[in-house]
């Protein structure tokens, strides 16, 4: 079982040898490791276990997958990209692999350079690029131009193909499994890894292949560290639990979020804060529009902040895509230039922290951007949560 597509594969391919032949660059050399998957896996449909890697491009078409010995056997069976070479920098420190072939960049130069002279090398993923793995690729490469296409890359991802979405749709779905289960163990007296456990292994025996961020359940104050995983509390009645998770399907990731009551009721304070945070949804989700610039969108959810005296306890604006993360560019916060386009997938993430009683409250769900506006990736879901305090 692979979770790549080979169709999209080409012609992901396609647009990077394009870039490549527009800037006049010779290869490109996309960074990857298992805390930053998504650049490589957009290309092969693959990250290793333990080892760094890059992902190489030439401007002929040339293709060729860089990490270590270890992660080569894996490779070899499951990635888009399965023509490998093995460099100490990418191995696990201090390793060894006795039996391997391990090469340098000046090794890789000379080869690349028997097909085509390599004078421009263009890196994607240098903010996530260790320092000894960027030193030894310049090294490797002496005398060459060294540019960054990160950006130009990054922006490939931005808009999904009609495959995405259909991922996302299916995690996102999945999410909405994954919830009911959760629900389930919110009771006092459990502890929050069981919430956690229950929520995760419905997305496992569903098909999920991993999860874009660490299952978030924080009860009582918990609540304020924004992104709580679960721990060993016990929880109360009288607390709220946020809750979260984010299952990947084929790669691509879906999320939920909500706050709920520990003894199933809320107090009055609990119910207002949240009917609240559902109007700043929904005037959210109806700027979801073709040609909306992020500032646009973040300045009508604010004016409920506003009103409804929540500046000071906000943290996160309302909006961001997803797609391999749960969280990527472009982010259409206050400042945000970037418009909506026919396929993004946005999610609408509302939310404060700090609250001197409440202390953190979430809600969130995912739409792909359409003709139409906004389509929710999962229905059900938004219907409970719009309809959730009557």
Same mark, same amino acid.
Request: charge should be negative; charged fraction near 25%.
């Given at each position: ?57 030439? #401007? &002929?078409?040339?293709?060729?997958? %860089?990490? +270590? ?6 490779? !070899? ?42 004078? $421009? ?8 690029? /260790? ?8 090294? @490797?490469? *002496? ?13 490939? $991802? ?28 919110? !009771? ?18 569903? @098909? ?9 359940? @924080? ?16 929880? =109360?009645? +009288? ?7 984010? /299952? $990947?399907?084929?790669?691509?990731? +879906? ?5 709920? /009551? ?8 609990? #119910?207002?804060? %949240? ?18 610039? +992020? !500032?646009?969108?973040?300045? *009508?959810? $604010? ?24 969280? *990527? ?19 609408? &993430? ?11 409250? #979430? ?18 879901? *938004? =219907? ?7």
């Amino acid at each position: 079982m692979s979770y790549f597509n080979l169709q999209e594969t080409n012609n992901r391919i396609g647009k990077v040898v394009k870039l490549l032949n527009d800037k006049n660059v010779d290869i490109a050399v996309i960074y990857f490791d298992e805390l930053n998957v998504a650049n490589g896996w957009y290309l092969t449909g693959w990250c290793g276990q333990f080892e760094k890697g890059a992902v190489l491009v030439g #401007r &002929d078409g040339t293709t060729m997958l %860089l990490g +270590g010995p270890e992660s080569e056997p894996f490779a !070899k069976q499951s990635s888009a990209i399965s023509d490998t070479r093995c460099f100490k920098v990418f191995m696990v420190p201090d390793e060894e692999y006795p039996l391997a072939t391990i090469i340098g960049f000046p090794e890789l130069f000379a080869e690349l350079n028997a097909k085509f002279p390599v004078k $421009r090398v263009g890196l994607v993923g240098t903010s996530d690029m /260790p320092y000894a793995v960027h030193q030894d690729l310049v090294k @490797g490469f *002496e005398g060459c131009d060294v540019v960054d296409l990160t950006d130009e890359y990054l922006k490939f $991802r931005y808009v999904k193909s009609d495959w995405e979405v259909e991922q996302a749709r299916q995690a996102t779905q999945l999410c909405y499994k994954a919830y009911k289960a959760m629900m389930e163990k919110v !009771k006092a007296g459990n502890k929050e890894f069981e919430v956690a456990a229950a929520g995760e292994a419905v997305c496992r025996a569903n @098909g999920a292949n991993s999860f874009a961020y660490q299952t978030i359940v @924080g009860s009582g104050v918990r609540s304020n560290a924004v992104v709580p995983t679960a721990t060993n509390k016990v929880m =109360e009645n +009288g607390e709220m639990v946020m809750l979260g998770i984010a /299952p $990947r399907i084929n790669g691509y990731a +879906g999320t939920f979020g909500h706050t709920v /009551p520990v003894s199933g009721e809320y107090s009055a304070e609990q #119910r207002k804060c %949240l009917i609240d945070m559902i109007e700043v949804m929904k005037v959210t989700k109806d700027m979801l529009k073709i040609g909306i610039s +992020g !500032k646009q969108i973040d300045a *009508e959810g $604010r004016k409920l902040y506003e009103k409804g005296g929540y500046l000071k306890y906000m943290v996160c604006p309302f909006a961001h895509t997803m797609g391999l993360m749960e969280a *990527e560019a472009p982010f259409f916060g206050p400042n945000s230039e970037d418009v909506l386009e026919k396929n993004m997938i946005v999610n609408v &993430d509302v939310s404060f922290f700090g609250h001197p009683t409440l202390h953190g409250l #979430r809600v969130e769900t995912c739409y792909v951007i359409t003709e139409n506006g906004a389509e929710p990736l999962c229905p059900e879901f *938004e =219907e409970e949560l719009f309809n959730y305090i009557k």
